[in-house]
């Protein structure tokens, strides 16, 4: 047997899997093996199982080592293809060199950088336009890293000249302007930088309240229409919309041009309770300023090369989903008539915006469905990020193609995740709970199968992190090693107190109605 063969197949084989004693006992789980087969020539496979037996009444058997690979092809003809005939018992196995891994897994096509494939040296890159066209949600838990890995991508699509408009719900990405001032930038063979000359942070509040923005952001506020205002605010009250229909209408007939104003005018003017309602939160809402007779042109959002941050600091949670749903709906108009290029929507704690049902609805929701379902038709990505997967509509994430999953432990996010990813194994779920921080699986249309890469370094400052309560020494880090932990797919541990989450944790409030912006100030209305 050559030096560089780990070990021979032996017992039944199959298409997809066979079994091999291994000679070498450094081969762990996750390896990637190769096997040369008589039709079609290298085929790549995967360690998925290993056991050691241990016979006590055969000590020939004392230290032999099994292992279970799942087959994973080769290519030919730039199509992955599984063996037509099986392999055969003493067939010899060797480790894969990343060349072959890199090819048959389709690792090299793209041209975003997202880090290295776990345990190897081999870059792994996603394509643009795959990512733009086809949706991507990045799920974990909190402090997995999920805004890290965002950032990264964010880094990416700017270089690659992609428009970009971030929903930062708490502010984390204002720090892309700066470059990063520690990472393993060597391993990772990249350089620190900023994209400063590329940014611009809108704020929504004021700049007193944001003061770190460059510039505020305003909606349109001149001819709202009956239906947009209605849909805007959540109303659901019949006698409301009543209000706001008779309203506007009167509005038509005296004028062409209107605001927010003329409507609080008329409204102040009409008979019944039920505009009492009506008055107070449209007061409210000229009291944002967000309606403006001057508005932040879409254009000017949207440009090559160029992202538009709209952090929401010092917006209360009602008024950041009006917010979404609106600057949606403006973005998805203009890519359907083509006055703004293709570009990259990228949502933060994207359950604020599109929750199951269950857990309520947002005005954000629907617009939300609609750009996942339909935007790729009109060159408009969506990037939903979210540390609480099971609370995300189900629509929005089944339509995401690239699916990038840090560690999840709960019951039902996991269970969300396994629902809107295609083709994940058990072995594949079992592993989701056990990364450690800035390490993903990625199931992606792109790429043959789900892999386990680390998240390369950020370029530019990482704006994500946990606030210290007390100052502590910092834990000093051990060597790198070959970046070694748990093995890929290994059992899991029973008695696991995270594991034990109670699957009732997250289950919807069945029947508890979901309070409007109206409700929640003014009471229902209702008359």
Same mark, same amino acid.
């Given at each position: 047997?050559?030096?560089? &063969?780990?070990?021979?197949?032996?017992?039944?084989?199959?298409?997809?899997?066979?079994?091999?004693?291994?000679?070498?006992?450094?081969?762990?789980?996750?390896?990637?093996?190769?096997?040369?087969?008589?039709?079609?020539?290298?085929?790549?496979?995967?360690?998925?199982?290993?056991?050691?037996?241990?016979?006590?009444?055969?000590?020939?058997?004392?230290?032999?080592?099994?292992?279970?690979?799942?087959?994973?092809?080769?290519?030919?003809?730039?199509?992955?293809?599984?063996?037509?005939?099986?392999?055969?018992?003493?067939?010899?196995?060797?480790?894969?060199?990343?060349?072959?891994?890199?090819?048959?897994?389709?690792?090299?096509?793209?041209?975003?950088?997202?880090?290295?494939?776990?345990?190897?040296?081999?870059?792994?890159?996603?394509?643009?336009?795959?990512?733009?066209?086809?949706?991507?949600?990045?799920?974990?838990?909190?402090?997995?890293?999920?805004?890290?890995?965002?950032?990264?991508?964010?880094?990416?699509?700017?270089?690659?000249?992609?428009?970009?408009?971030?929903?930062?719900?708490?502010?984390?990405?204002?720090?892309?302007?700066?470059?990063?001032?520690?990472?393993?930038?060597?391993?990772?063979?990249?350089?620190?930088?900023?994209?400063?000359?590329?940014?611009?942070?809108?704020?929504?509040?004021?700049?007193?309240?944001?003061?770190?923005?460059?510039?505020?952001?305003?909606?349109?506020?001149?001819?709202?229409?009956?239906?947009?205002?209605?849909?805007?605010?959540?109303?659901?009250?019949?006698?409301?919309?009543?209000?706001?229909?008779?309203?506007?209408?009167?509005?038509?007939?005296?004028?062409?041009?209107?605001?927010?104003?003329?409507?609080?005018?008329?409204?102040?003017?009409?008979?019944?309770?039920?505009?009492?309602?009506?008055?107070?939160?449209?007061?409210?809402?000229?009291?944002?300023?967000?309606?403006?007779?001057?508005?932040?042109?879409?254009?000017?959002?949207?440009?090559?090369?160029?992202?538009?941050?709209?952090?929401?600091?010092?917006?209360?949670?009602?008024?950041?989903?009006?917010?979404?749903?609106?600057?949606?709906?403006?973005?998805?108009?203009?890519?359907?008539?083509?006055?703004?290029?293709?570009?990259?929507?990228?949502?933060?704690?994207?359950?604020?915006?599109?929750?199951?049902?269950?857990?309520?609805?947002?005005?954000?929701?629907?617009?939300?469905?609609?750009?996942?379902?339909?935007?790729?038709?009109?060159?408009?990505?969506?990037?939903?990020?979210?540390?609480?997967?099971?609370?995300?509509?189900?629509?929005?994430?089944?339509?995401?193609?690239?699916?990038?999953?840090?560690?999840?432990?709960?019951?039902?996010?996991?269970?969300?995740?396994?629902?809107?990813?295609?083709?994940?194994?058990?072995?594949?779920?079992?592993?989701?709970?056990?990364?450690?921080?800035?390490?993903?699986?990625?199931? &992606?249309?792109?790429?043959?199968?789900?892999?386990?890469?680390?998240?390369?370094?950020?370029?530019?400052?990482?704006?994500?992190?946990?606030?210290?309560?007390?100052?502590?020494?910092?834990?000093?880090?051990?060597?790198?090693?070959?970046?070694?932990?748990?093995?890929?797919?290994?059992?899991?541990?029973?008695?696991?107190?995270?594991?034990?989450? &109670?699957?009732?944790?997250?289950?919807?409030?069945?029947?508890?109605?979901?309070?409007?912006?109206?409700?929640?100030?003014?009471?229902?209305?209702?008359?």
């Amino acid at each position: 047997m050559p030096v560089d &063969s780990i070990g021979t197949i032996f017992g039944e084989t199959g298409f997809a899997d066979f079994r091999l004693t291994v000679s070498d006992h450094s081969t762990k789980q996750g390896d990637y093996l190769k096997i040369w087969h008589e039709i079609d020539g290298w085929v790549l496979a995967q360690v998925v199982a290993i056991t050691k037996l241990d016979d006590e009444r055969d000590d020939s058997n004392a230290d032999r080592v099994v292992a279970k690979a799942m087959v994973i092809g080769s290519r030919q003809n730039r199509i992955l293809r599984m063996p037509k005939t099986p392999f055969s018992p003493g067939d010899r196995i060797f480790h894969a060199d990343p060349e072959l891994i890199a090819s048959t897994l389709g690792l090299t096509r793209g041209n975003v950088y997202l880090g290295l494939l776990e345990g190897q040296r081999i870059p792994v890159h996603l394509d643009a336009n795959a990512l733009v066209q086809k949706h991507v949600s990045i799920l974990a838990r909190t402090g997995s890293g999920k805004s890290y890995a965002a950032g990264v991508i964010m880094e990416e699509l700017l270089e690659q000249d992609i428009p970009l408009v971030i929903i930062d719900t708490h502010g984390e990405y204002t720090s892309l302007r700066d470059p990063a001032v520690e990472g393993d930038f060597e391993y990772f063979e990249i350089e620190p930088a900023g994209y400063a000359e590329r940014l611009t942070v809108y704020t929504p509040a004021d700049r007193v309240l944001n003061p770190g923005a460059d510039t505020v952001f305003r909606l349109n506020g001149v001819n709202l229409k009956a239906a947009d205002l209605s849909r805007i605010l959540n109303i659901q009250s019949s006698s409301q919309m009543g209000v706001i229909y008779e309203a506007i209408q009167k509005i038509h007939a005296e004028k062409n041009r209107y605001t927010i104003d003329d409507i609080i005018f008329e409204v102040g003017n009409s008979n019944g309770n039920a505009k009492w309602g009506v008055l107070g939160v449209l007061e409210s809402i000229r009291e944002t300023e967000i309606f403006s007779e001057n508005p932040t042109p879409i254009q000017e959002l949207v440009v090559p090369g160029r992202g538009s941050i709209i952090d929401m600091k010092g917006v209360v949670p009602d008024m950041q989903a009006m917010i979404v749903a609106r600057l949606c709906e403006e973005i998805f108009e203009a890519r359907k008539i083509n006055t703004i290029p293709p570009m990259m929507l990228i949502i933060e704690e994207a359950h604020n915006y599109c929750p199951e049902k269950g857990f309520g609805k947002t005005v954000s929701t629907d617009i939300m469905r609609t750009i996942a379902s339909e935007g790729r038709k009109f060159g408009l990505g969506m990037m939903v990020i979210s540390q609480r997967p099971a609370r995300i509509d189900k629509n929005v994430l089944s339509q995401c193609n690239t699916q990038i999953v840090l560690k999840v432990t709960n019951p039902n996010d996991l269970q969300a995740i396994r629902k809107g990813l295609e083709g994940i194994s058990v072995e594949a779920e079992a592993e989701i709970k056990r990364l450690p921080p800035g390490v993903a699986l990625i199931v &992606s249309g792109d790429i043959e199968r789900p892999i386990v890469v680390e998240i390369r370094a950020r370029k530019s400052r990482h704006g994500g992190k946990s606030a210290s309560v007390i100052e502590r020494e910092p834990l000093r880090e051990e060597p790198r090693a070959g970046r070694e932990r748990e093995p890929l797919f290994a059992p899991e541990k029973k008695g696991d107190a995270e594991e034990q989450v &109670s699957a009732t944790e997250e289950k919807p409030l069945e029947g508890k109605k979901t309070s409007s912006l109206f409700e929640k100030v003014f009471g229902s209305g209702k008359t």
